[in-house]
């Protein structure tokens, strides 16, 4: 059974940080990333990451993202830095065989999410 469990969110204030992971199980994943989707808007694209460490990024949060992995235990890892409001949102981990399905918002897989707040 393929699974992604997230962890690492919480309520930060502007311009806090806060680091989100994602622990994958069942299969290996060549891509992995995030996703977010704040309230009474589409769930949109954060960052994926290939298996060779190559990263890609949305540009809302370029330069102040880092997406990381750890291929020997499946995990995905988000570092979140200055975080503005508007990052508030629930996160969600996924996986897919490639970059170009996690950039089409058509993932194979997609974890439970998690919750972002950043307060003001």
């Known amino acids: 059974q393929v699974q992604l469990v997230e962890s690492g969110g919480g309520l930060v204030q502007a311009g806090g940080s806060l680091r989100l992971s994602c622990a994958g199980s069942?299969?290996?994943?060549?891509?992995m990333g995030w996703f977010r989707q704040a309230p009474g808007k589409e769930r949109e694209f954060v960052a994926a990451i290939s298996w060779s460490g190559a990263g890609h990024y949305a540009d809302s949060v370029k330069g102040r993202f880092a997406i990381s992995r750890d291929n020997a235990e499946n995990t995905v890892y988000l570092q979140m830095n200055s975080l503005k409001a508007e990052d508030t949102a629930v996160y969600y981990c996924?996986?897919?065989?490639?970059?170009?399905?996690?950039?089409?918002?058509?993932?194979?897989?997609w974890g439970q999410g998690t919750q972002v707040t950043v307060s003001l």
């Open positions: 996924a996986a897919d065989s490639s970059i170009g399905g996690l950039r089409r918002g058509a993932p194979d897989y």
């Open positions: 069942g299969r290996t994943f060549y891509a």
